[in-house]
Nanobody, 122 residues
Framework: QLVESGGGLVQAGGSLRLSCAAS????????MGWFRQAPGKEREFVSA????????YYADSVKGRFTISRDNTKNTVALQMNSLKPEDTAVYYC?????????????????WGQGTQVTVSS
């Protein structure tokens, strides 16, 4: 089970840090990803990290502004979001990868949490 937190309302240019807490002893063996869904749009990939934390992946729209990290001792995955823009407004979800190989589509992840709302005002 995954539980996201850390969302909120922030002005453009501001920062937020999202956290995803996972239950279960097998967490360290899963690739993890962050996705977002804006009203009327499909869920889209934001960032992912391999089970070891050695490799990270970012959507072009967030590259250089967002940083994903994980702490396998605490079963958490974080997304540090800097230089936020109004177009980053969405519900953010974390998901666990279905396969050993890292894949970046929403269909390749499951065990979604309830999501956390991020709203960036201009």
């Amino acid at each position: 089970q995954l539980v996201e937190s850390g969302g909120g309302l922030v002005q453009a240019g501001g920062s937020l840090r999202l956290s995803c807490a996972a239950s279960g002893r097998t967490f360290p063996y899963y690739n993890m990803g962050w996705f977002r869904q804006a009203p009327g749009k499909e869920r889209e990939f934001v960032s992912a990290i391999t089970w070891s934390g050695n490799s990270t992946y970012y959507a072009d729209s967030v590259k250089g502004r967002f940083t994903i990290s994980r702490d396998n001792t605490k079963n958490t995955v974080a997304l540090q979001m800097n230089s936020l823009k109004p177009e980053d407004t969405a519900v953010y979800y974390c998901g666990a990868g279905k396969s050993i190989a890292i894949k970046l589509a929403p269909a390749d992840f499951d065990s979604w949490g309830q999501g956390t709302q991020v709203t960036v005002s201009s």
